[in-house]
């Protein structure tokens, strides 16, 4: 065929569709699950919806991205929110970023907060950091970042959290000292939210129901079962488990690239690099008690806690009871929830380089990576449709006709 799509996550399936709309027909989608929908796929559980792959919300910031669903899902099978989210300090809920909402602690320990931010480096006009442990410090001073971000993060990434760069921080909201102080004066949170101040959650299902129907639009062009073993980057031959082989004139992954057991193709040391990627898993696990709070997600930074985050599924899901969590699979305690080995592509200080020397070489011989495992980036999903649309539009769009 001419175009070969591995996974049917949020990315695979925003490619084929694209595919679809400009007349293609000679494309297929290998998925290894026996459905659609990747890291964004919802279960029913205790008669509501559940996303197993963690809480997932449709940001609004990207209106073409929205627009595209809503050609699958209208927009009236959705409800908005304004963000509600906050942080779990030692039993209190204060508003999310802390640095804007420390005035909703006592007044002492808000003297103790702002007189660490104050002596921080950012504030001392000391250089920047590159190490994210260093910057976290450098940033927020020492009471956030030993009380939230330090232990918060250390659950999230655990042992890896060393190893990360600061490049991708434009995904924390960004707090002025300014902006703090004027917070705490006027008792009202002054910050931009980096991502999701709105958000979009379906009315009667879980985030999963839009691609579901997206993977219906593709009909027999999707495989599932089919997972991906080996991938010949310069003869363009996919393997999967089965023992089935594909040729096509194109390949596009979205598959993480260390789930690929024989990669052959690529010199020795793009080999390597691949090999040096790093990610972590998480497990999602459901509790049917219903928490007195309005807050859509909690952040939980308590390390004698296994799980970093709750999402308040009555807050969101109409009619919805209970919570779900998510943790880091190693620290999970519990034996019943979804697991999801590949959650959070890390950001090493070594990455960008790695990436950039990887989809550069795999592009020059017709393998394209796309969205959060393709290009290894802590992607969210209206950024991966986003990619996938420009991307359909870069290689397969010629002649204008999309
Ligand atoms: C905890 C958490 C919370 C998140 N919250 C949000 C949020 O609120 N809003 C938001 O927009 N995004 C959120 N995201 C990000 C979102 O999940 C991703 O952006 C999105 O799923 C990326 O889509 P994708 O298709 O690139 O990858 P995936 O969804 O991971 O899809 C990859 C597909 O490839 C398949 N696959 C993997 N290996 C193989 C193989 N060897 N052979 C064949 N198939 C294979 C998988 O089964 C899967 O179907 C969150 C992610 C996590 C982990």
Known sequence: MKYLILGAGPSGLVFANM???LGETSYLVLESEETAGGLCRSVMCDGSPLDIGGGHFLDVRRPAVCEYLFRYMPESEWDK???????DIGGQEVGHPLEANIWQLDTETQIEYLISIARAGSALGEPKPELFTEWIRWKLGDR???DYMLPYNSKMFGDNLDRLGTYWLDKLPDVSLEDTLR??????????????????????YGYGEVWLRLADALGDHIEYGRKVCAVDVEKHIVRTADGSIYQADQVITTIPWRSVDELTGLPDELSAAVDSLVSTSIVID????????AAQWIYCPDPDIDYHRILVRSNFVPGGRGYWTETRSERYRG?????NEYAYPLNTVEKPAIIESLLT????HGV???????????YNSDVVVERAMDLARRIAGAGGKI
């Not at 939210?193 to 009315?203: C, K, S, T, V």
């Open 361 to 364: 070489y795999a592009a020059e």
């Open 81 to 87: 929110y304004d963000r509600d989210s906050r942080i």
């Open 183 to 204: 917070s705490c004066l006027m008792h009202k949170a002054y910050a931009r939210q980096p991502g999701h101040a709105q958000f979009y959650y379906p009315h009667s």
């Open 19 to 21: 595919l679809k709309d």
């Open 144 to 146: 956030i970042t030993d």
């Open 335 to 339: 034996d019943s929830g979804y697991y």
């Open 368 to 378: 394209y990576g796309l969205g959060r495992w393709g290009e290894h980036m802590h």
């Open 286 to 293: 459901y509790k049917p008690e219903t928490l007195d709070t």
